[in-house]
């Protein structure tokens, strides 16, 4: 990069090594990422990018084979060519025909460029050259960065990610890497790749659904989540995506609990399950799947200790339904009532929805964005949220896991009399 520097003014340090002038800018004269961004044709992705596509930036779209990713990119080089923008897509993994053919039936009319040259030197010069406003790099594993190594493997990817980033920046390309993750879960060429992009997106699959997921985001808050159903003519923004995902929730059966979740800025109703059987081991077993396995531990141990309930001997399954992952602390209440309503085997009333963080005295503590939490449960059609003591929690909240115990096992009033 030295090249590239501005012309050195040779200065001489005690050691007397001649160095280069540091460039040096204040701030407010440089111009505001917000005022750059460029719509990417698509609401739900715009909400997941963080507001839009931003000029020079690298993301990465990292996701099993046959997910959607190629379709995905495909749909928004479509839109951004209807947007009379400049794309060119690299297409190391099927032949051009093939991706023509699918490309047609997302309704791209023509003005997409497409390449299947791989070799990232030769790519990096040309977006130098060119100038494209958003480039599709579909995939990482196919890039070659130099002559003898071999396509996938670590280096070829590292070096051909550089290679490809740093001619985003210069060039102002939007650069979208497509990276497909191994069995494990981890991004194939992996965390070296994750570090030197601006944003990094997971696209999973859960109940049927496809979910984009802001990893990490230089340019908008992680975490943002976009609900997708994969059709004839790719994938569509699911419009209510809590209705989505409680559809095939069983009514009236003990160990389910709906949680009024907020996945980044989103509030989502989604179901908790919990399942508690006799042990026929020793050590009984904690099967955590959707959720941080060491606060359900902490769960299990509140119930254990502070409500008497009495766990040793069960094995307890804990998951989220549809496989979908959920990283907001405000499930704990929704685990504990799971796990509570499943060991005694009564269900809870099916008009509440639940959330709250659990403290290991068992109290009940106030989660972000509780007031947009009530309000998707309601319009929902979850009459009664069980929650933190808060004002913006209707119906006043409860104090501790005892209280919350009791307000979804009382009694129906009626029935008290
Ligand atoms: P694809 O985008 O190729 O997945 P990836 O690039 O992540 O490997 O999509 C995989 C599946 O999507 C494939 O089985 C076909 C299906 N599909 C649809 O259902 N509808 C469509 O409109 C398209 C283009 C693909
Ligand atoms: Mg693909």
């Not at 100038?131 to 396509?151: C, F, K, N």
């Not at 230089?218 to 004839?232: I, K």
């Not at 998951?319 to 009532?337: H, I, K, Q, S």
């Not at 929690?393 to 896991?401: E, N, Q």
Request: net charge neutral; aromatic share 2%; proline share 6%.
């Amino acid at each position: 990069m030295v090249a590239e520097a501005p012309p050195a003014s040779p200065q001489t340090t005690g050691l007397r090594r001649t160095v280069r002038t540091v460039t040096t800018a204040p701030l407010e004269s440089i111009e505001d990422l917000a005022l750059q961004r460029t719509s990417s044709g698509d609401a739900e992705v715009d909400r997941v990018l963080g507001g839009g596509w931003v000029p020079g930036a690298a993301l990465l779209l990292a996701g099993e084979p046959g997910i959607g990713k190629s379709t995905l990119l495909l749909q928004l080089a479509r839109h951004a060519v209807d947007a009379g923008r400049t794309v060119l897509y690299v297409a190391g993994e099927e032949s051009l025909a093939q991706i023509k053919l699918r490309a047609e039936r997302l309704g791209l009319a023509g003005g997409l460029v497409a390449t299947r040259d791989v070799d990232a030197r030769a790519l990096a010069d040309h977006l130098v050259r060119t100038s494209p406003d958003l480039v599709v790099v579909d995939s990482i594993q196919t890039l070659r960065a130099d002559d003898e190594g071999i396509p996938g493997s670590l280096t070829q990817v590292r070096d051909g990610t550089a290679l490809l980033t740093r001619a985003a920046k210069e060039s102002d390309a939007t650069l979208m890497l497509i990276g497909h993750v191994t069995k494990q879960g981890t991004i194939a060429g992996p965390k070296v790749v994750e570090h030197m992009v601006d944003a990094t997106f997971s696209l999973e699959s859960a109940a049927g659904y496809r979910v984009l997921r802001a990893l990490k985001n230089r340019f908008g808050p992680a975490g943002e989540v976009g609900v997708f159903e994969m059709g004839d003519a790719g994938m569509a923004a699911v419009a209510n995506p809590s209705a989505a995902f409680l559809a095939e929730r069983p009514a009236g059966v003990p160990g389910s609990v709906v949680v009024a979740a907020l996945e980044g800025q989103r509030p989502l109703l989604l179901e908790v399950q919990a399942l508690a059987s006799k042990s026929p081991y020793a050590s009984p077993k904690r099967v955590v799947q959707g959720l941080d396995g060491r606060r359900v531990d902490v769960v299990l141990a509140v119930l254990e200790r502070r409500m008497d309930l009495p766990l040793a001997g069960l094995d307890v399954f804990v998951n989220v339904a549809g496989g979908l992952r959920l990283t907001d602390p405000g499930a704990d209440l929704a685990v504990a009532l799971a796990v509570w309503s499943a060991v005694t085997n009564r269900p809870l009333p099916e008009d509440a929805a639940v959330v709250g963080e659990v403290g290991l005295a068992g109290e009940i503590r106030g989660v972000g964005q509780l007031a947009r939490r009530v309000a998707e449960a309601q319009r929902v059609g979850f009459a009664t949220v069980i929650g933190p003591r808060h004002p913006d929690l209707p119906g006043g909240g409860c104090r501790d896991l005892s209280e919350a115990v009791a307000r979804v096992h009382a009694p129906a009033p009626a029935a008290s009399r």
